[in-house]
């Protein structure tokens, strides 16, 4: 019997980011059928992608992305690279900023990575979890901003950031070169979950839609925030619209006053959440706030559930999203008199997944073994979804077991 979960197509209404990819696929015709499709054109299913091929030359691979590569998360987040998970490290996870510079070094990817470390942040030394007895504020902290109370550095952590645009182009870039077809505006609608498995397609060729089957040896699912429906997470995670902008250049006195002359970039362990880097020709990007994935408000789909996530109806310029990008600039504003009167270049949003435990999800379908999930990352996926990306083709190899983490489980 057939069981098939939808998918709606993302929104592109969340904002300009200070980057762009520089990459577009070959036209080409859509296939009828290859041995992996990868759903999402992401930072994880362009590194599955890429290594599917490497890995295995004779099977043919094919990326459906629904939208333009880098326009869901992994085009939309701040750059910022973290150690391990954002459930701390996981039993038999290895190094991933090791294992992430090793992937982007042998995929030829110019990612401008710097891992200086990170600034962990405390406003008056607040735990965000309340067993968390050891946060502390640095005496000799470089960053002593106001924000709610004094904010200043706890501690260095390992970590640093990349230039998503360049990162998603480098991964596409390599992926299309080892021989991987890339379909851009080729939405997923439906799964059908036989032997084999085939997945319908809406594609979209200029102002002409067709309608296309194509059968799958194996399938990897890696659309995180906009798979829950597709890929049976309802009840793992919610997916959140996250804010960040950009602002014009800063001179160096500028940069020295606001203690960021380091380049490390920083995140609150407290809440009001913030977090931050520096970003070429000087110029500082600041992030927080979410907006909940789905407002009973909204129209539900024509067959009666809910919408792809919710996310889709947000435009960065009105409603919610925009009040949310103006409070996070007048937070900005009032952190620092250097940061008073700065321009503010960029205004944008993007979706990410939070699991319930922090834990990204790593599993096969339940509906199929020819079906594997990868998701989740809950902020962390910069660093996390490349990684992982390249465990998830090994997998699909048969060449490595899936983790045995608690979400990684079948349900």
């Keep these: 019997m057939k069981t098939r979960r939808k998918m709606m197509r993302r929104d592109e209404r969340w904002g300009k980011t200070p980057w762009r990819v520089e990459f577009r696929p070959r036209r080409s015709e859509t296939p009828e059928g290859a041995d992996f499709v990868v759903v999402g054109g992401g930072f994880a299913g362009l590194s599955a992608a890429a290594h599917l091929r490497r890995m295995a030359p004779e099977k043919s691979v094919v990326v459906l992305e629904a939208g333009s590569l880098g326009n869901g998360a992994s085009g939309r987040t701040g750059g910022m690279a973290?150690?391990?998970?954002?459930?701390?490290?996981?039993?038999?996870?290895?190094?991933?900023?090791?294992?992430?510079?090793?992937?982007?070094?042998?995929?030829?990817?110019?990612?401008?990575?710097?891992?200086?470390?990170?600034w962990e942040l405390s406003h008056g030394g607040r735990p965000l979890d309340e067993a968390d007895k050891k946060v502390r504020a640095m005496r000799n902290s470089p960053i002593v901003w106001n924000d709610s109370g004094e904010l200043r550095a706890v501690r260095k952590v390992r970590g640093g950031t990349v230039n998503p645009g360049k990162v998603v182009a480098g991964l596409a870039r390599a992926a299309e070169e080892a021989g991987a077809q890339i379909v851009e505006h080729a939405e997923v609608r439906e799964i059908e979950f036989t032997d084999p498995v085939r997945v319908r397609v809406r594609l979209r060729v200029g102002r002409n839609v067709q309608q296309k089957r194509i059968q799958a040896g194996n399938v990897l699912l890696a659309t995180n925030a906009g798979a829950r429906e597709l890929s049976g997470l309802e009840r793992v995670g919610e997916p959140k619209l996250t804010f960040a902008l950009a602002t014009g250049p800063l001179t160096r006195a500028q940069i020295a006053e606001l203690g960021l002359s380091s380049g490390q970039p920083f995140y609150t362990l407290d809440l009001p959440y913030l977090w931050g880097r520096l970003f070429a020709g000087n110029r500082i990007i600041f992030g927080s706030g979410l907006v909940p994935a789905f407002d009973e408000s909204l129209p539900r789909s024509a067959g009666g559930g809910k919408l792809w996530s919710g996310l889709e109806r947000f435009d960065a310029?009105?409603?919610?999203?925009?009040?949310?990008?103006?409070?996070?600039?007048?937070?900005v504003r009032e952190l620092h008199p250097a940061l008073k009167k700065v321009r503010i270049a960029h205004r944008w949003g993007g979706p990410i997944l939070i699991t319930k435990d922090f834990l990204p999800v790593f599993r096969r379908h339940a509906e199929s073994e020819r079906v594997l999930i990868l998701a989740g990352f809950s902020g962390h996926g910069v660093a996390l979804a490349v990684y992982l990306g390249r465990w998830a083709a090994e997998a699909m190899l048969g060449r490595r077991p899936l983790p045995h983490w608690p979400a990684a489980r079948r349900a």
């Design 317 to 331: 310029r009105k409603g919610e999203a925009a009040e949310r990008l103006r409070w996070l600039e007048k937070r």
């Design 82 to 118: 973290l150690e391990d998970t954002a459930a701390g490290k996981l039993p038999g996870l290895g190094g991933v900023l090791a294992g992430y510079r090793k992937i982007l070094r042998e995929l030829g990817v110019k990612a401008e990575l710097s891992l200086p470390g990170v």
